[in-house]
């Protein structure tokens, strides 16, 4: 779900090819929920699948969205959600029930011949088989990949603030909580998106946040951002503090200062509490000892992964996975005459 908070939050659109040469860090399960939710059936709501019953709809997205990042010349690495903090127990719960009954919806809609898209992508749900599968095609693209010990948007800012990397990539803006320099929204959705229960298109494309410009505009310190998100709701306090949504937030946050007299002036309903989460934001579990290393992909590992076990398009894999290549040795030609020409 991610913290609510983008009417406050100052951002500016970019162009896809502004991204060029950056590297940029994106939180794996974040994107690949959105590819479960947007690649399906749109009367039906039925995700790709291959000939096996094993769906593949973010296998779809994971390699022909990513091959277009490459073409512009970005260089990704995914970055996967390790084991959540304890008092997230309760929030995991909460999704299971509301996917349960998104299922229910989706079932009814299909018996009553209506449309069932919504119900559809309210139930997706992330196995540990289709996170091995993403891993494996991403080695097969030669694409790094982190694995974090906790959570997924964390370790991307982490990755951000040593310089390792560009940006950090989500929709949601928790990354802009954990302190992120900079956060690129869209990376994987740009293009023409279908407005829900609508036949109206709108361009979507990259949207740029940067923090230290967001902590100026709203005048607040890194801390006091983290106490905002904390008010308003995060993946760990659902909703937030009931009547308070970002600009009350923004106004109490500057108005106390400190977590201690902030809580002082609000009703907290939560059984976790508000210290462990803000606790939790400033100091998560980290990988420190990580390696980014593109390498070129792998023609025969791909079109054997992705044709002959997952039943994808022969003709169309080889063709962008001959454009992955070219495009991987252009940029290993470029980087060697970089380092010739110092």
Same mark, same amino acid.
């Given at each position: ?103 229910? *919806?989706?079932?009814?809609? =299909? @018996? +009553?011949?209506?449309?069932?898209? /919504?119900?559809?992508?309210?139930? $997706? ?128 946050? *500057?108005?106390?200062?400190? =977590? @201690? +007299?902030?809580?002082?002036?609000? /009703?907290?309903?939560?059984?976790? $509490? ?69």
């Amino acid at each position: 779900m991610g913290v609510q908070i983008s009417n406050i939050i100052p951002s500016k659109e970019i162009e896809l090819t502004d991204l060029t040469g950056k590297r940029i860090a994106i939180d794996a399960l974040n994107t690949l929920f959105q590819f479960l939710a947007i690649i399906r059936d749109r009367m039906t709501g039925e995700p790709l699948k291959d000939s096996k019953g094993r769906i593949t709809s973010h296998l779809s997205g994971l390699f022909y969205r990513t091959s277009n990042l490459i073409e512009v010349g970005i260089k990704p690495i995914f970055v996967f959600d390790g084991k959540p903090p304890e008092f997230k127990r309760e929030t995991l719960k909460e999704r299971e029930a509301v996917k349960k009954e998104a299922e229910r *919806k989706w079932e009814e809609a =299909l @018996e +009553k011949g209506e449309p069932a898209m /919504k119900y559809a992508q309210a139930s $997706s749900r992330m196995t540990d088989e289709m996170i091995e599968s993403s891993k494996e095609l991403l080695d097969y693209m030669g694409i790094p990949h982190v694995q974090a010990p906790s959570e997924g948007e964390m370790q991307c800012a982490f990755m951000c603030k040593n310089g390792d990397v560009w940006a950090s990539g989500s929709q949601d803006y928790d990354s802009i909580l954990d302190g992120s320099p900079k956060l690129v929204r869209n990376l994987s959705i740009t293009g023409k998106k279908k407005l829900p229960g609508k036949e109206v298109y709108i361009e979507v494309k990259p949207e740029l946040i940067e923090y230290n410009k967001v902590l100026s505009e709203l005048g607040v310190t890194n801390e006091q951002l983290v106490i905002l998100g904390i008010l308003v709701g995060t993946d760990y306090n659902p909703n937030g503090v009931k009547g308070i949504g970002p600009k009350t937030a923004l106004k109490l946050v *500057k108005e106390h200062k400190t =977590l @201690e +007299k902030v809580l002082e002036n609000v /009703k907290w309903t939560f059984d976790v $509490s508000a210290e462990e989460i803000y606790d939790f934001f400033l100091n998560p579990p980290l990988m420190e000892d990580y390696k980014l290393e593109w390498k070129e992909p792998d023609k025969n590992k791909l079109m054997k992964f992705m044709v002959d076990e997952h039943d994808f398009s022969h003709e169309r894999m080889e063709k962008v996975i001959d454009k992955m290549q070219e495009n991987y040795n252009k940029s290993k030609q470029s980087s060697l005459k970089g380092w010739i020409s110092r």
